[in-house]
């Protein structure tokens, strides 16, 4: 009988070896005070969305349910296109649902090394503003993967970009841009790398430094278009992959001014250091914009727990980007409001204030 009770303790034991660290998902034992939030304190603008229009109306009638439900008064639609795409996304979005979105713009990057080609996106950028257009969004192929004819790699901090960013300074509209990704992607996959779940998971999201532009570059590049238009309003988005590096940010933030920064899928960052990251918020708390990026209500929920509560040691909603504990920073309401749509209301031209005095 003890050779039979060894026997299938050993079998136990090589059962729980077996299982991966994917798998491994313990349940905390820890008690302590619990406040989930599954709606804003306050009306928030939501900078950092992406949403196809025109929708059906059936569409647009559960899009601003799911809103509604969760305190979020106005999207800002980052993925508006130009020309007459632009126009529709504008003109179905303020018909279906007045003052609840706002879109931005995107450059036509076709014919890029003609020389009339800075004139030519220039242009239609201005003719997108007066089409409706409230700012101007890159995506992290600008300067990752977009390429000229002769296929080299096209900078971020490009000349050939000047004139857009001069129309944007005149026409005091904001530019969100997204450079990189995070700094692990770049990194050998293996047992040092924090993100190694995400990268086993999503291998297409590695960039192998022999045939990218490192991510050193890319960051780089970024910060000295910046030093470079210092009239032109920029919002760095995903906390500019500094997230896990604030005193890096702070200082980036500190020598160039005219550069704000959002949270869109970097919560994760903030939410393992509450202590440094709650004193980044109250220092640049004009400067830090409320985001989300990709669109599911209930993760959301997560958000504001992380932004308005004190609890300690809950759980993210995605493992692969965080398989550590949230903690709450605990904002002041003063910072909040300014977090939620303060700073939105400043430096986002058309979004209705009213809405957020009611």
Same mark, same amino acid.
């Given at each position: 009988m003890r050779w039979l009770i060894v026997l299938l303790g050993s079998a136990s034991l090589c059962s729980a070896q077996s299982?991966? &660290? !994917?798998?491994?998902? $313990?349940? *905390?034992?820890? =008690? =302590?005070? @619990?406040?989930p939030r599954t709606r804003a304190k306050f009306a928030f603008v939501d900078v950092h969305n992406h949403q196809r229009f025109p929708m059906t109306p059936d569409g647009y009638q559960k899009l601003i349910a799911d809103m509604d439900a969760l305190n979020l008064r106005v999207m800002v639609n980052l993925s508006g296109g130009f020309g007459e795409r632009l126009k529709a996304a504008v003109d179905s979005s303020r018909a279906a649902a007045p003052g609840r979105f706002v879109v931005f713009a995107n450059l036509d990057f076709s014919d890029i090394d003609n020389p009339a080609y800075a004139r030519r996106?220039? &242009?239609?950028?201005?003719?997108? =503003?007066?089409? !409706?257009?409230? !700012?101007?969004?890159?995506?992290?192929?600008f300067g990752m993967d977009l390429k000229d004819t002769r296929g080299e790699r096209i900078h971020i901090d490009d000349p050939r970009f000047d004139l857009v960013f001069q129309t944007c300074a005149r026409l005091k509209i904001p =530019? %969100?841009?997204? &450079?990189?990704?995070?700094h692990q992607f770049w990194l050998p996959v293996d047992k040092f790398n924090e993100r190694w779940l995400e990268l086993n998971e999503m291998p297409g999201r590695r960039r192998d430094?022999?045939?990218?532009? *490192?991510w050193d570059t890319l960051i780089a590049e970024q910060h000295n278009l910046f030093r470079r238009h210092p009239r032109t309003i920029f919002i760095n988005a995903h906390l500019g992959w500094l997230g896990g590096d604030l005193a890096r940010l702070g200082k980036l933030m500190d020598e160039c001014p005219n550069m704000n920064t959002e949270i869109g899928a970097v919560l994760a960052e903030l939410g393992r250091q509450p202590r440094a990251a709650r004193a980044f918020f109250i220092k640049y708390q004009d400067r830090i914009f409320m985001g989300k990026d990709s669109w599911n209500p209930g993760e959301?929920? &997560?958000?504001?727990?992380? %932004?308005? *509560?004190?609890? @300690?040691?809950?759980?993210?909603? #995605?493992? #692969?980007?965080?398989?550590?504990?949230?903690? !709450? %920073?605990?904002? $002041?309401d003063v910072v909040l409001q300014k977090v939620y749509f303060k700073n939105a209301l400043r430096l986002i031209p058309g979004i209705d204030s009213t809405a957020f005095t009611k």
């Open positions: 299982m991966s &660290t !994917g798998e491994y998902t $313990p349940k *905390s034992s820890l =008690v =302590v005070p @619990e406040h996106a220039a &242009t239609q950028l201005e003719q997108d =503003v007066k089409n !409706g257009a409230a !700012g101007l969004k890159f995506f992290k192929n =530019v %969100l841009i997204h &450079t990189a990704d995070p430094p022999a045939k990218n532009a *490192s959301y929920h &997560t958000y504001f727990r992380v %932004l308005e *509560s004190a609890d @300690e040691y809950f759980d993210y909603y #995605r493992k #692969r980007h965080a398989f550590w504990k949230m903690y !709450g %920073l605990d904002l $002041p």
